[in-house]
């Protein structure tokens, strides 16, 4: 039985309020059956002395969104689809969003809006918000917070 139109969609992760609310707006969306996909875009470290010393920064990063991927699933409503949370290293995240979505054959990519701050205040959308819709012919939902979160 199928509980939404979407089978396969891409989410962008970053673990802030907008990307909790995506992650459950996917759900609900997904059809019974589906897969969600939560994709997790890590710069690269800007400045590193040693090649390991990036490599703790990069692991502490996926530790952390990791943790609050498995909470958000934990205390979501799957309806049934399938979930996962994937990497990518990528200093141009729209791009690496957009590629994702294409590689997956998804048909959906959500993304938070955070761009409530001043300078963005006019349309309400960050820089990643406002380009993931130019680079993809995909449909494309941006979700603002949830009020509680």
């Not at 802030?16 to 589906?34: E, I, N, V, Y």
């Amino acid at each position: 039985m199928s509980s939404g139109p979407f089978r396969r969609i891409l989410v962008g992760w970053d673990a802030s309020p907008a990307a909790h609310t995506a992650l459950a707006t996917a759900f609900t969306l997904a059809d019974g059956d589906g897969v969600v996909i939560a994709r997790a875009v890590l710069a690269p470290p800007r400045h590193v002395e040693t090649s390991g010393e990036g490599t703790r920064e990069l692991d502490a990063q996926r530790r952390w969104l990791s943790e609050q991927y498995d909470s958000t699933v934990r205390s979501a409503t799957p309806h049934g689809a399938r979930a996962r949370l994937e990497w990518s290293e990528s200093t141009d995240i729209p791009a690496d969003l957009c590629a994702g979505a294409e590689d997956h054959g998804c048909d959906l990519i959500v993304v938070g809006r955070h761009g409530e701050n001043g300078h963005l205040r006019t349309t309400g959308l960050g820089p990643v918000a406002r380009a993931v819709p130019e680079g993809t012919h995909l449909p494309v939902l941006l979700v603002s917070p949830a009020a509680d979160l």
